[in-house]
Structures are given as structure tokens and as C-alpha cells.
């Protein structure tokens, strides 16, 4: 079985430009989950969706952060437009069913603004 | 609001030595608590978790953790290292949305 894959593996933009992140969950998992880990800091939150709606988008930095999840299958995180501060690894988990389940991760998108 | 914090961003031990990782939580509920290791350009990958059962959890990889409320302390422990086990290592709280909050990681050596 496929675990979570996220593509690009690395991507490197201009300030001002836009990117678009994508996640492909583990088969008949409904939540997706979206994190962000800026250099040497922790792994933050930043939403969470149950099949195709959003759950919970509180970590979600500002409006220049959009993600969807079109159909409850992948999931995409667009940043429009960069700004140096979104630099870092932005991962993807998902997991199955409620409460406490084991969230399995991808390998993380390294996402560089120059 | 739950989280975490991890005593050490880095640490350092001999092959065949007690690895011991330090996780603080904070919790307003009964805290479920998760270690997670990655190893380089890998994802995240669960070692063990807490949710309410057995005060002392076991994990893959001979790692162990044991919850302790009093001291709100989830460390993480395995009696000896080995060079494969240099990785980074992430505590972390869920709620009840399952939504998890991490702790800011800590960087395992091992010395040969």
C-alpha cells in the first residue's frame, strides 16, 4: 500500500511568486492534515480536513495560504503570492476514522523564497 | 491549548548508551502523547503513543516512553543506542480533533 506522497520534493521561488503544494493521502483516509516546519523550529499546524471540508484552519498563517481538497481525495496548499517567511518543510499526514489514530506523514515539500 | 516542549535540541550519546529524549507537556484535558522519529529525507514515522492505557509505552526500535501526570513528562528511552538510531525526534500532544501539536524536535548523535 502507498503511503502519503507530496510533490515537489523541494521547491525554490521568488518573493512575489506562487507555489502550489500537493498531497496524496493514504487511500480511505479522511483526515488530511497540513504542517509547516520553519528552520530549527517546531512542527506547526496548519489545518485539518475531514474528507472534503475544512475541520479546523486555525494554523493557517494568513490569507495568503489557500488549501483545498477537491473531492476528499489530494489535497493542494497554494501560497500566493511567497513572501520569504513561508521558507521551510511543509508536510502532509494523513490517517483514518476519529480520535487518537496514528497520523502517517509524507516526506515533506522543502519549500525555499528567495 | 496543549503543547509540548523537548528539553535539548540536541543530544548527543555513545553507541551502546542510554539514549534518553526529554518531552514536558501541557495539557487542559487527559493528554493522548505521541513520539515520532525522522530520519533524513524520510517523513515523519510514529514510535509510540500514549492514550490512556499502560503508564509505560513500548515502541519500535527498543524505544520506550512512560507517561508520567505528576511530573507531566513523556521522556523517551532506550536502554542502548545504536548508530542507526541517529535521526531527529518529535514529541507531540493530541486533541480531541486529533489535531497535533509538536514539540520543537531534538537531534540525536550517536558516537561510534
Known amino acids: 500500500e502507498a503511503g502519503v506522497t507530496q510533490f515537489p520534493s523541494h521547491s525554490v521561488i521568488e518573493k512575489g511568486q506562487t507555489v502550489t503544494l500537493r498531497c496524496d493521502p493514504i487511500?480511505?483516509?479522511?483526515?488530511l492534515y497540513w504542517y509547516r516546519r520553519v528552520m530549527g523550529k517546531e512542527i506547526k499546524f496548519l489545518l485539518h480536513?475531514?474528507?472534503?471540508?475544512?475541520?479546523?484552519e486555525s494554523g493557517m498563517p494568513n490569507n495568503r495560504f489557500l488549501a483545498e481538497r477537491t473531492g476528499g481525495t489530494y489535497s493542494t496548499l497554494k501560497v500566493q503570492p511567497a513572501e520569504l517567511e513561508d521558507s521551510g518543510v511543509y508536510f502532509c499526514?494523513?490517517?483514518?476514522?476519529?480520535?487518537?489514530?496514528?497520523?502517517?506523514f509524507g516526506p515533506g515539500t522543502r519549500l525555499t523564497v528567495l | 491549548a496543549q503543547s509540548v516542549t523537548q528539553l535539548g535540541s540536541h543530544v548527543s550519546v555513545s553507541e551502546g548508551a542510554l539514549v534518553l529524549l526529554r518531552c514536558n507537556y501541557s495539557?487542559?484535558?487527559?493528554?493522548?502523547l505521541f513520539w515520532y522519529v525522522q530520519y533524513p529525507n524520510q517523513g515523519l514515522q510514529l514510535l509510540l503513543k500514549y492514550t490512556s492505557a499502560a503508564t509505560l509505552v513500548k515502541g519500535i526500535n527498543g524505544f520506550e516512553a512512560e507517561f508520567k501526570k505528576s511530573e507531566t513528562s513523556f521522556h523517551l528511552t532506550k536502554p542502548s543506542a545504536h548508530m542507526s538510531d541517529a535521526a531527529e525526534y518529535f514529541c507531540?500532544?493530541?486533541?480531541?480533533?486529533?489535531?497535533?501539536?509538536f514539540g520543537a524536535g531534538t537531534r540525536l548523535t550517536v558516537k561510534p
Open positions: 480536513f475531514v474528507k472534503e471540508s475544512k475541520q479546523d
Open positions: 487511500s480511505g483516509h479522511d483526515n
Open positions: 499526514a494523513s490517517s483514518q476514522g476519529t480520535r487518537y489514530n496514528e497520523q502517517f
Open positions: 495539557s487542559s484535558v487527559p493528554p493522548y
Open positions: 507531540a500532544v493530541s486533541d480531541r480533533n486529533n489535531d497535533m501539536r
